[in-house]
């Protein structure tokens, strides 16, 4: 399979990955806020019903293009049109790779961020050494449900935003895995915030701006 170009209008691609094609969808940032800037979205739990349409990833790169950001959200291994079986998370940290380079390859003059929801936030979180993103955003990421303490985080901006009645994620295991790290991240904790942010999106688009302006390269 050949690899798609960038496209310059909103898209859905193809790219091969480590285990079949895998499905992405592509955004440009909103017209007359283009920045240098590319932000690669994980989606939650692959075998509860997570994939790139999930609300809470889809409104996160809505935020992010608002901000001059195109965007690419993907499907794992096993979701929707993606080839292969679920993973967990060995084979997803690969898939996100095959994108990371696709992007990097496609758009070399772009800062490159990771983000990620749930188990999107681990994976991320998992590749980020290796991918050294020049910003990271994780929102509720799952501590105290996957292997937190081999990960080792970049020297890069980076974002947790947590709700703080997630019935999922429980928010003191994410508060106590941060207080393990010596490198700290912005941490912002919503109040009356379930795992899914339901009646609470608007507020994470609000959060999530204000948290990441002062990273945005120039436009």
């Known amino acids: 399979m050949?690899?798609?170009?960038?496209?310059?209008a909103a898209a859905s691609l193809a790219l091969q990955g480590?285990?079949?094609?895998?499905?992405?969808?592509v955004d440009p940032a909103d017209?007359?806020?283009a920045r240098a800037l590319t932000v690669i979205l994980c989606?939650?739990?692959s075998t509860?019903?997570?994939s790139l349409n999930n609300k809470v990833v889809t409104m996160a790169a809505r935020s992010l293009r608002e901000l001059g950001a195109a965007t690419v959200r993907f499907n794992f291994r096993g979701v929707g049109h993606s080839q292969g079986s679920f993973d967990h998370g060995d084979g997803e940290r690969q898939d996100l790779l095959a994108v990371v380079d696709w992007v990097r390859d496609q758009r070399p003059g772009d800062a490159l961020w990771l983000a990620g929801f749930s188990f999107g936030a681990y994976v991320s979180l998992r590749a980020a050494d290796q991918v050294q993103p020049e910003a990271l955003i994780s929102i509720a990421p799952p501590a105290g449900r996957w292997d937190f303490a081999s990960?080792?985080?970049?020297?890069?901006?980076?974002?947790?935003?947590?709700?703080?009645?997630?019935?999922?994620?429980e928010p003191q295991a994410v508060?106590?895995?941060?207080?393990t790290l010596k490198?700290?991240?912005?941490?912002?904790?919503?109040?009356g915030t379930s795992h899914f942010f339901h009646r609470k999106l608007i507020d994470l688009r609000g959060a999530l701006q204000h948290a990441v302006g002062p990273w945005l390269p120039a436009a």
């Open 175 to 179: 508060y106590d895995w941060i207080d």
């Open 151 to 169: 990960l080792v985080i970049p020297a890069c901006p980076w974002l947790v935003i947590q709700g703080e009645e997630d019935e999922i994620v």
């Open 2 to 8: 050949t690899a798609p170009p960038f496209p310059n």
């Open 48 to 50: 509860e019903g997570g």
């Open 31 to 33: 017209p007359g806020t």
């Open 43 to 45: 989606h939650p739990l």
């Open 183 to 191: 490198r700290k991240p912005e941490l912002v904790r919503m109040p």
């Open 18 to 25: 480590p285990a079949g094609s895998l499905e992405m969808a």
